[in-house]
């Protein structure tokens, strides 16, 4: 049994600094649920150098996480991201200052419904 083990992470960020964080707690054994956008996902996939078109980044960074895709801007993808958040211990995210506000989803909302849960 890994130190993380009985943690469930919502990662909601892309490129570098959310998904190595993510990756840290995926290592520790935590139960991390990557969102990613639709069409492309992560831009990390697609960053640097390739192997059969996936990026090396990515085949380190997404490493020991599940993922699914959300459009944020939706309000029907909003309730399914509180719905999770709700059964999460730490959602990441590293989006602009404000962003996760204008989409009706920051701390004081999400914090609702889950009274626990820690937001970095």
Not at 92 to 112: D, Q
Request: charge should be positive.
């Amino acid at each position: 049994m890994k130190a993380l083990s009985d943690l469930r992470v919502l990662e909601l960020g892309q490129l570098l600094a959310a998904p190595f964080a993510g990756y840290h707690f995926a290592g520790f054994g935590a139960e991390v649920i990557k969102v990613e956008p639709p069409q492309h996902g992560d831009p990390m996939r697609s960053w640097r150098k390739l192997h059969e078109g996936t990026s090396l980044w990515w085949y380190s960074l997404g490493r020991n996480k599940k993922s699914i895709t959300l459009d944020l801007r939706k309000p029907e993808a909003a309730a399914i991201l509180r719905q999770l958040a709700a059964k999460c211990d730490v959602l990441i995210e590293n989006f602009r200052p404000g962003r996760m506000e204008v989409w009706r989803l920051g701390y004081y909302v999400l914090s609702r419904d889950n009274p626990r849960l820690l937001m970095v």
